[in-house]
């Protein structure tokens, strides 16, 4: 392909990458939950990335690479083994649990003064959970574009993305209690 | 179908992860269905509670520019001059200067090829029936075009991908007649559409070619005497998928 005026030059590693930055840089922050690690991570995913761009493939998921060398990069990390040591893995097998629907926490969240309670909810969950709901509702990934940066089938992304918008609730109802 | 059924449905649903058969039923459904509706507006507002809230952090604008420096690609440059290469300079300023007043000419013949491409397709969205054949077959829909266009075409298998075909129509452009399909992926439509080159092809070039136009992604391309552009909100991403699965049925 060729390149049109103030459009990524399709090839340029440069070009397809640096768009991507402000949303990596904030999946990072949220994986370190450190300003200082999400930029190590991300300037080491970039140059991991730029070094390795000779095997990517043109036609397949850019956006899902980045994403999945950062991931990678993450866990291999001092922070990343720690979070997922401390945490016991739910085994993703089986159909998606119905989710539960008392409704209440949703309604109650659209409040703006509420977006803190989430974002601290967000930061408690386990790793995996932040990072799959981070992945579908900011990303807006696909399923099948969760499944190609988490390197699982889709059947996985499904039942561990209704088992994180669960335990989200959860701790949302949690947090209300006390606060109320 | 129960409605437990339709509950286990419902976050497929939000998350754009049905079939166009799927949404379709479910959409039936939900409007008779005082439950699920509720159940629905409730996870989309979570949807948005946790989107806003996920978009917390932005990096500094000195880091940025660490990190892009860090990966940016050294030009070459060498300077040799003499007096052949200045001759060939002059010529070359002579040459690019005319080239300039020509690129700017197809520059704005360009643009407005795509404005009319964006204005047709928002028109459509915008209609009651964004389609005037309505099927996910296409089977059904190019034969449809048989005796109203002065062409025909090949469309993709979309099996295994994430696009869905919704149907198509008579466009035109140029005055020219041609065709316009409309394609789902996830919750966003993409706009096909195909004239014959000849007509259409003024300041656009052969090559493919996938940009950022206001609010949408866009992009032509020419195949075998074909002018095909697409456009829609979805990523360029999604796009240059489809252009590919398009190419590739084009080739028969």
């Known amino acids: ?180 | 179908m129960s409605c437990q059924t339709w509950q286990a449905k419902l976050d497929l649903y939000l998350d754009g992860e049905l079939s166009s058969d799927g949404m379709r039923a479910f959409d039936a459904h939900v409007r008779t269905c005082p439950s699920c509706a509720a159940d629905g507006l409730a996870r989309v507002q979570m949807k948005r509670a946790i989107k806003t809230a996920g978009q917390r952090y932005s990096p500094s604008a000195d880091f940025r520019r660490r990190v892009q420096k860090s990966i940016a690609a050294k030009p070459q440059r060498s300077w040799t001059l003499n007096w052949r290469f200045a001759t060939v300079a002059v010529v070359l300023l002579v040459a690019v200067g005319l080239a300039g007043t020509l690129l700017r000419r197809q520059g704005l013949a360009r643009e407005r090829i795509f404005t009319e491409v964006a204005d047709l397709h928002v028109a459509s969205m915008a209609g009651n029936t964004p389609v005037d054949v309505v099927s996910t077959d296409r089977h059904t829909v190019k034969p449809w075009f048989q005796g109203r266009i002065p062409f025909s075409f090949n469309l993709p298998e979309l099996q295994g991908s994430d696009f869905s075909l919704i149907g198509g129509r008579v466009a035109y452009l140029n005055q020219a007649p041609g065709a316009q399909l409309v394609y789902q992926i996830r919750k966003h439509k993409i706009s096909v559409f195909i004239f014959q080159d000849q007509l259409i092809r003024d300041g656009l070039s052969d090559n493919s070619d996938v940009s950022r136009k206001a609010a949408f992604s866009a992009g032509t391309w020419s195949q075998d005497g074909l002018r095909y552009f697409l456009i829609g909100d979805a990523a360029a991403d999604d796009l240059r998928n489809l252009e590919i699965l398009l190419k590739n049925a084009a080739k028969g």
């Open chain 1, 1 to 180: 392909m060729c390149v049109s005026e103030g459009w990524p030059q399709p090839g340029s590693f440069e070009d397809l990458a640096m768009p991507l930055f402000d949303q990596l840089y904030n999946f990072a922050h949220w994986l370190t939950q450190n300003q200082e690690e999400a930029e190590d991570l991300v300037q080491e995913t970039y140059v991991k990335a730029l070094k390795g761009f000779g095997s990517f493939q043109p036609g397949t998921n850019f956006r899902a690479w980045m994403y999945r060398i950062l991931r990678n990069s993450f866990l291999t990390s001092r922070t990343g083994l720690r979070a997922t040591m401390t945490v016991a893995l739910d085994p993703d097998v089986g159909a998606p649990e119905l989710a539960d629907h008392s409704g209440t926490p949703e309604s109650i969240l659209i409040e703006r003064s509420n977006q803190e309670l989430l974002q601290s909810v967000i930061a408690e969950l386990p790793v995996n959970f932040r990072e799959i709901l981070l992945l579908c509702e900011v990303e807006e990934m696909s399923y099948q574009e969760i499944a190609d940066t988490l390197v699982v089938p889709v059947g996985t992304v499904m039942s561990r993305l209704s088992r994180a918008r669960k335990a989200l609730r959860e701790l949302v109802q949690l947090k209300l209690k006390r606060t109320a």
